[in-house]
């Protein structure tokens, strides 16, 4: 119990926001926002992507300070403008994107900026007793020796878990903690959780899994488009209830669709193998057929192979071993794989990420729009000029048909917001009539009005009988859009089920490695 | 009529009017000239050789003359300008051109390195000698094999081990190298060590000193760098070159033509003063006047390297 | 080639890896701090300058009553040569500073903040030498204690007798310049300060993951700063090296003459790791010896170029970096700018 | 990529300030060397633009600007840093020299334009070995770059010395070539449409110059080639998914960036020097650094900024005649002021800007 300022009133929330704003340039990411969240408990932060919710616990957290507001600690006004500053008030955060040196051993993770005096040794050998304690007492068991980078993703966590309880942390802020892991590493996780509340320690738990919020948490807070628009008792408020919150009306998930009518087999994979730069083996011989008029969803928990699934159909990255034929022709797999030559075929492809490979920022719209099409005939003028009034033509009829706001071709990819930025993306993609769409993530990050618009663009192109293989880590998302699914674990298929005969149960199982079916015959 | 546009000029090869070295002999001279006539003159030093045609038509477009250039390598620089500007009076110190308004002084460096050779040969204990040249071209050679047959003239087995900086005119301002160059050839035994390098030399007298050897000065009088290590130097009279060709164009009496400037002419020579008096004995100062009687004379020849390109000796 | 002559040209080695090493460790505390340093070459030559101008100064006479236009010396020769080597280390901090404050504050692109250290260097240098000593940017010829010279190591003489070990510690161990000595220490001083000090771990990170850096409640600009400013630190001693230690025993223009870039290789041949950066230095170190030493070597078939001998170091760096030598991975942060708020 | 700053601030505003810091610094410069910055300055101007003579001299380097500002305008669109102009340009001399050499009994119509290949091939030849080890293998292209400017020195050395020497020439060049490769002045140019100019060394190759500028904006803003550079340049991952091969993309950027860094050659080897020398270059590669960064990266920028180091250069070779205490260091120190400022402190100055803009914005809003 270090860190905790001695006049700290006994039960004064543990920390208490004012009045917290914060600005990244135009970007209002944090509007006035209040918080209080009581010692000993779980508060979830839930809100969709963008809402600021990891902006506020970095302020929190001293990572970024804020332009207004107030923190208390114990109901004690407390300055933080550093991590050294939060460290020292009890607070530790397991951040989005893990904040590990990867050459480093554990050991030399955990003393970082935790070091005794000034020679290393010392320190690493008190920590080295300190770890296996808290490993001991917390179910945290890791390597002390280990090279961090060599770690599993759900070890680097500990990791990072094991870093804020040897700072003695009171209060512990996890921001999507569960988005890398496997839905039995979840449940490992939340005993941690519930053991360290147990202990009187103070957890802030940010996700965007309503199961989790509702299984876990005391008490939850919605946060929308930079404000805080609600906080509820976890036992008062039901899922339904949360999402409403979150997106400000009543959502409608379900996908309008008729029954598929799947006809040939358009693209087929045998055997697909990658191996990434560090010689690790990412997909280890992947099967499937996709057909036309049919969506194919593949399941699973991010880092699991999709993303390479994806990248190697693509023809962006290379594959080690198998075959992939596209209308009975074999595609080359080899490093030499040419995107450009896929589209020709008439293979699209929307990537999981589009700020960093689906559009170039400073480009105009219409620059953006024939991105990747940009050696089509229609573009091209004399001597290897461009025809700039083809394509800002057809640019400003995509825009018209596929609502893209503001509706100027003119704007940089850049100033568009993240929902339009995904709609120039599947524009592109969809209107050049491929027989196959590669579409990863269509929905990260893009609002429900967005996300409705999406999904019939994607349904209605599978009704022209065109093939799609839909890669997400939203299972609501993979259950409503496909026809068929395909599950993915640790870079192989752990299980195919039709979507009408199949629920989100069974297909968490399944994205654990753990086939129900096979289990019981 | 050269008295009523006389406006002296001079350029400074690379290395500069502070080499300490062949441009500083070219600086003193016109400084001489300016504090006995009390006349201001022009100057510039050139950083990079494409400079050098800029500088002349400069200098030549302002009216300047005479505008003396110190260093072969402008040659054809001043082939160029000096055929644009016929009525301005030129002099190149080093090299020939062959233009109707230029002068060209060259030296025998080969004689004044024989003498020097000589010194050296007798002052050395070890039987080794060395020679560090600056940018390796003719001219330098002829130095090195002047400098050799002096050497061998004194002592038929004796060893001259030479090197040269380099072969770009960065050759000329490198005294790390030189330093480094000769303290190789006193590790390999010389413990006389001549320089033609420029402000080279500057690190190869220095390393001479440091070693304890005795280090020889080229083109001005260096004998004062090191007081009691630099045996003496080659003196190569570009200030005489150059304040000749003032006070000849003040007076209206300036020549064109093939200047060649020996030891007949006091053109080259070598240093004795008070920095370096003790280190010479009687006998080492008789050889060298009677080597030096002789060719002036003509009973010694000294080869010149530039004649065939090759030393008889080595 | 006799032993004696192979001692010879390792002597050399020695003097000319110097310079190279302390750049070298310069550049490897900066880069592994995440900020690389392609002006190790403008600052070593800033330091050059700066060492020999104030020992210069320092070693002159002291006067009075100067007249009009005179400057007056320290009279301070004893101490002439320390004195210069802190105002070279003054000097590359300074242009280390400028360094940090484009690319840690201003968060601006490395390489061009480095390009420009360069240029600025080889200008200043000049300028300002003019402007002191009207000498064409040289500084006045430095002598006796203005100077460093080499030391003999105890027992180099009497033990010469001692079959090869004898003559190499002589020879090629003893009688360098204290600076050399500085430069070898440097090596373990860094090892141990980068592997088993606070310090060096909190370094080592900050060029790996600001981020993790930053969030464990350190500075990553103070710690960046620091290193930038070791880096300063280091060159400088390199600079002074160059013309106190050297037979140059004073700056000219451009001394330098490429070896920061060649330090820069090294630092890359040695993968930034401080034990492999001495031989690396070594190495270059000598084939630079060779170069000089000899000029054109006839390999029987034909004659090697002196101009290709001394390419060789430059040749010899395109090789490596091209990984034919094993991949050398930088740190990762290296060249980017810590930027929380995009 | 600012939201927050109007073009005409990005592209104007900011260059312009930061080109008067670096003036401004260069003024204490020649203040400590205890001289008038205000009556160097004048020395410089009149000297640069004050006669025909002057602007004659401002334009021949300016022209050699132009050439190693676009090529390292070019590859910034890629962005890679091509720092090896120097080389690029001197290599390319050896082309031009060989053209000429060959030919130069013939009639410039002839020879120019087999030299501007000459020119262009071998400074492309030069930057292909550093493109081709950093798309391949990945080695830092600043450093080969670097590194290949001195290999080419000392090539240029070794051919000077052992090759194109002339017998009983002391000086490491090439014989004068004749009159088949002398190409026309502006002087002379200027005589064929009657009008008098001082003889100065600017030549035809400003017209080549120009022309490459217009080629160069049709390239990278007109063209398929020139829109794949870009997408490169801003983002190779992107680049990749769109079908746009990184390999291919280096390798031609550099080619035609070594290229352009090449035609240089054609203003000195040709138009002045009339032979192959050791420094024919001039730290022309170099400035083409600040050009570029000065100029945006843009062909109208490049001229403008070729056309102030141009002032610069003659101006400041007029200031070491008129002032010899000011040595022509001078040059590279302001060079130097203004890569570091429109370069590396670039923020210095934006980052308040985009502050004050916020501000304004906000306020309107
Ligand atoms: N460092 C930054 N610089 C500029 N803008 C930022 C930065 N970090 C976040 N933003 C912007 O601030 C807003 C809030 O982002 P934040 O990361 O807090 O959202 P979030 O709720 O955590 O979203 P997610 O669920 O995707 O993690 C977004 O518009 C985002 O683009
Ligand atoms: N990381 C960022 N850096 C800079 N600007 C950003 C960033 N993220 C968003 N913006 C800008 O902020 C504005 C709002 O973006 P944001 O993605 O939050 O929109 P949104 O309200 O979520 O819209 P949508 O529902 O379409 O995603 C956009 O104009 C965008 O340019
Ligand atoms: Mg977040
Ligand atoms: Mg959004």
Redesign the pocket.
Same mark, same amino acid.
């Given at each position: 119990m270090t860190g905790q300022p001695e006049t700290a009133a006994p039960d004064a929330p543990a920390i208490e926001l004012v009045g917290i704003s914060k600005a *990244? @340039?135009p /970007?209002q990411a944090n509007k006035d926002i209040s918080l209080k969240v009581r010692r000993g408990t779980i508060h979830g932060i839930v809100g969709e992507n @963008?809402a600021g919710k990891s902006t506020l616990m970095s302020i929190l957290y001293g990572f970024y300070t804020a332009d207004r507001g107030e923190i208390r600690i114990g109901g004690v006004p407390t300055k933080i403008q550093n991590s050294d500053d939060a460290i020292r008030a009890g607070i530790g955060m397991v951040h989005q994107h893990f904040m590990l040196v990867q050459p480093f051993t554990v050991l030399e993770n955990v003393v970082l900026g935790a070091e005794e005096g000034r020679l290393l040794k010392p320190s690493l050998a008190r920590a080295r007793k300190l770890l296996t304690d808290l490993a001991r007492e917390y179910e945290l068991e890791v390597d002390p020796d280990a090279v961090v980078g060599d770690l599993a993703v759900g070890f680097q966590q500990r990791v990072e878990i094991l870093k804020a309880l040897y700072r003695q942390a009171d209060i512990l802020i996890l921001d999507e903690p569960t988005g890398v892991l496997t839905p039995s590493e979840a449940d490992h996780l939340f005993r941690i959780l519930e053991g360290l509340k147990a202990q009187g320690k103070t957890i802030i738990l940010i996700t965007h899994k309503l199961r989790e919020i509702m299984a876990v948490t005391d008490t939850v807070s919605v946060m929308r488009?930079g404000e805080m628009t609600a906080t509820v008792q976890t036992a008062d408020t039901s899922p339904a209830q949360l999402a409403e919150l979150m997106v400000g009306r009543r959502v409608l998930l379900r996908v309008e669709k008729t029954p598929a009518v799947p006809g040939e087999t358009v693209m087929q994979v045998r055997g697909l193998k990658v191996t990434d730069g560090h010689g690790v083996e990412r997909l280890k011989g992947i099967d499937l057929d996709l057909r036309a008029g049919e969506v194919l969803g593949i399941a699973g928990v991010a880092g699991n192979g999709q993303s390479q699934l994806l990248e190697v159909l693509a023809g962006i990255a290379p594959a080690s071993g198998g075959s992939v034929s596209f209308k009975g022709q074999p595609l080359d797999l080899s490093r030499t794989a040419d995107p450009k030559y896929r589209r020709r075929l008439g293979i699209a492809h929307v990537p999981e990420d589009r700020h960093r490979l689906g559009l170039i920022m400073p480009f105009a719209e219409w620059e953006n729009n024939c991105f990747g099409y940009h050696d089509r005939p229609r573009y091209q003028a004399r001597w290897g000029l461009m025809d700039r009034n083809a394509m800002r033509d057809d640019a400003r009829e995509r825009i018209e048909k596929y609502d893209i706001r503001p509706p100027s071709c003119d704007l940089k990819a =850049? %100033? *568009?917001? @993240? @929902? %339009?930025q995904q709609k120039i993306v599947i524009a592109r993609e969809i209107e050049n009539d491929p027989d196959v769409l590669l579409i990863g993530q269509p929905t990260r990050? /893009?609002?429900i009005g =967005?996300i409705e618009f999406i999904h019939n663009q994607i349904v209605a192109m599978r009704d022209r009988g065109k093939a799609i293989l839909l890669v997400s880590v939203e299972l609501d998302e993979i259950l409503g859009l496909s026809d068929r699914i395909l599950v993915m674990f640790d870079g192989a298929i752990s299980g195919e089920r039709l979507s009408r005969e199949t629920d989100e149960g069974e297909l968490g199982l399944l994205m654990a490695g753990i086939d129900p079916k096979r289990a019981s015959t | 009529d050269g008295h009523t546009n006389f406006n002296p000029a001079v350029i400074f090869d690379l290395g500069g009017k502070f080499d300490r070295s062949f441009n500083q002999a070219a600086y003193e001279g016109a400084e001489r000239f300016k504090e006995e006539f009390g006349v201001e003159y022009r100057e510039f030093e050139i950083q990079s050789d494409a400079q050098r045609e800029q500088a002349l038509r400069r200098f030549a477009e302002a009216g300047n003359n005479p505008i003396v250039v110190a260093g072969f390598a402008q040659a054809s620089a001043m082939e160029a300008v000096a055929a644009e500007f016929p009525d301005t009076q030129f002099q190149i110190i080093d090299a020939v051109v062959d233009l109707p308004n230029v002068r060209s002084v060259v030296f025998k460096e080969e004689e004044g390195s024989y003498l020097v050779g000589m010194l050296a040969a007798m002052k050395s204990e070890t039987g080794t000698v060395g020679f560090v040249g600056g940018m390796d071209i003719p001219l330098i050679r002829a130095f090195a094999c002047g400098y050799v047959q002096g050497a061998k003239a004194v002592n038929p087995d004796i060893t001259v081990i030479q090197n040269m900086t380099g072969t770009t005119g960065a050759a000329w301002n490198d005294p790390v190298r030189g330093g480094e160059l000769a303290t190789g050839q006193i590790q390999q035994g010389a413990d006389v060590v001549y320089h033609a390098a420029g402000g080279t030399g500057r690190g190869v007298l220095q390393a001479a000193a440091d070693a304890g050897a005795f280090g020889i000065g080229v083109d001005s009088n260096q004998n004062y760098l090191h007081p009691g290590s630099v045996l003496t130097s080659m003196l190569k009279r570009v200030d005489v070159a150059t304040y000749n060709a003032f006070k000849d164009a003040m007076d209206g009496n300036f020549t064109v033509g093939v200047q060649t400037l020996g030891l007949a002419q006091e053109g080259v020579g070598y240093a004795v003063d008070d920095n370096n008096r003790a280190l010479l004995t009687d006998e080492m100062t008789a050889a060298v006047e009677e080597a030096k009687a002789k060719i002036v004379s003509g009973e010694i020849s000294v080869h010149d390297y530039r004649s065939d390109d090759s030393c008889p000796v080595s | 080639m006799d032993l004696a002559e192979l001692f010879q040209l390792f002597d050399s080695t020695m003097r000319n890896a110097a310079p190279l090493l302390l750049a070298c460790l310069a550049g490897l505390f900066s880069e592994r701090s995440g900020i690389f340093d392609i002006g190790l070459e403008g600052k070593m030559l800033a330091a050059a300058f700066a060492s020999a101008a104030v020992a210069a100064w320092a070693a002159a006479p002291y006067v009075a009553d100067p007249f009009p236009g005179q400057i007056s010396g320290l009279g301070l020769g004893w101490a002439a040569a320390w004195l210069g080597v802190t105002a070279g280390m003054l000097a590359a901090i300074a242009m280390s500073a400028l360094h940090g404050f484009a690319s840690i504050t201003l968060r601006g692109n490395q390489l061009i903040s480095g390009v420009a250290i360069n240029f600025l260097a080889a200008g200043v240098t000049v300028l300002v030498g003019e402007a002191l000593f009207s000498m064409g940017g040289q500084t006045p010829q430095l002598t006796g204690a203005a100077r460093f010279t080499a030391i003999e190591l105890p027992l180099a003489e009497t033990r010469r007798g001692i079959p090869v070990i004898g003559p190499f510690y002589a020879d090629v161990i003893s009688g360098q310049v204290i600076l050399v000595y500085i430069a070898l220490l440097a090596v373990p001083l860094t090892a141990w300060i980068l592997f088993s000090t606070r310090f060096g771990l909190r370094l080592r990170a900050v060029g790996e993951n600001p981020g993790a850096v930053d969030t464990a409640g350190i500075s990553v600009t103070r710690q960046r700063y620091s290193a930038v400013l070791i880096c300063g630190v280091l060159c400088g001693i390199a600079g002074a090296y160059l013309s106190m230690g050297t037979s140059a025993a004073g700056f000219v223009k451009d001394m330098t003459a490429g070896r920061g870039f060649i330090a820069l290789a090294a630092l890359i041949f040695a993968k930034w790791r401080p034990w492999p950066a001495l031989w690396a230095c070594l190495l270059f170190g000598l084939l630079e010896a060779i170069g000089s030493k000899y000029q054109n070597v006839d390999v029987g078939a034909f004659v090697i170029p002196v101009q290709f001998m001394q390419a060789l170091p430059y040749i010899l760096t395109v090789v490596i970096l091209a990984g034919f030598i094993g991949k050398a991975i930088p740190p990762k942060a290296g060249g980017q700018p810590y930027v929380k708020e995009? | 990529m600012s939201?927050t700053l109007p073009r005409w601030a990005d592209l104007i505003l900011i260059p312009a300030i930061n080109v008067l810091l670096a003036f401004f610094v260069a003024g204490l410069v020649v203040m400590f060397i205890g001289e008038d910055p205000v009556h160097a300055m004048g020395i410089m101007i009149r000297g640069a633009l004050g006669s025909d003579y002057g602007i004659g001299y401002t334009l021949f380097y300016a022209t050699s600007f132009i050439c190693t500002g676009l090529a390292v305008a070019v590859a910034f669109h890629a962005s890679i840093f091509n720092i090896g102009g120097e080389g690029q340009a001197g290599v390319a001399g050896i082309g031009v020299a060989l053209v000429c050499l060959t030919l130069d009994q013939t009639h410039w119509l002839l020879t120019l334009p087999l030299a501007i290949l000459g020119a262009m091939a071998f400074g492309a030849a030069w930057a292909a070995v550093p493109a081709y080890l950093q798309a391949r293998r990945g080695s830092h292209i600043v450093i080969t770059t670097i590194m290949f400017n001195y290999i080419a020195s000392a090539l240029l050395v070794y051919l000077l010395t052992n090759i194109f020497k002339m017998p009983g020439s002391m000086a490491p060049e090439s014989r004068r070539f004749e009159d088949g490769a002398n190409i026309p002045r502006l002087d002379q140019m200027a005589d064929w449409i009657g009008l008098d100019m001082a003889r100065s060394p600017a030549n035809i190759s400003l017209f080549v110059a120009l022309i490459a500028c217009v080629l160069v904006w049709l390239l990278i803003w007109r063209s398929r080639l020139g829109y794949e550079i870009r997408a490169f340049g801003f983002s190779d991952k992107a680049a990749v998914y769109a079908g746009i091969s990184p390999f291919r993309i280096t390798m031609i950027t550099m080619l035609i960036s070594g290229a352009l860094a090449g035609l240089m050659a054609i203003n000195t080897v040709m138009g002045d020097l009339q032979r192959l020398n050791l420094d024919s270059v001039l730290g022309a590669g170099f400035v083409g650094i600040a050009v570029a960064l000065m100029g945006r990266s843009h062909p109208v920028g490049v001229v403008l900024a070729a056309l102030l180091f141009g002032v610069l250069y003659q101006g400041g070779a007029e200031l070491a005649f008129e002032i010899p205490a000011i040595p022509s260091q001078m040059i590279l120190t302001i060079q130097a002021l203004v890569i570091l400022f429109t370069g590396s402190l670039e923020n210095m100055v934006r980052f308040p800007m985009e502050r004050l803009f916020l501000f304004i914005n906000r306020g309107r809003a």
């Open positions: *990244f @340039g /970007v @963008g488009r =850049a %100033n *568009f917001s @993240g @929902g %339009n990050g /893009v609002d =967005a | - | 995009r | 939201k």
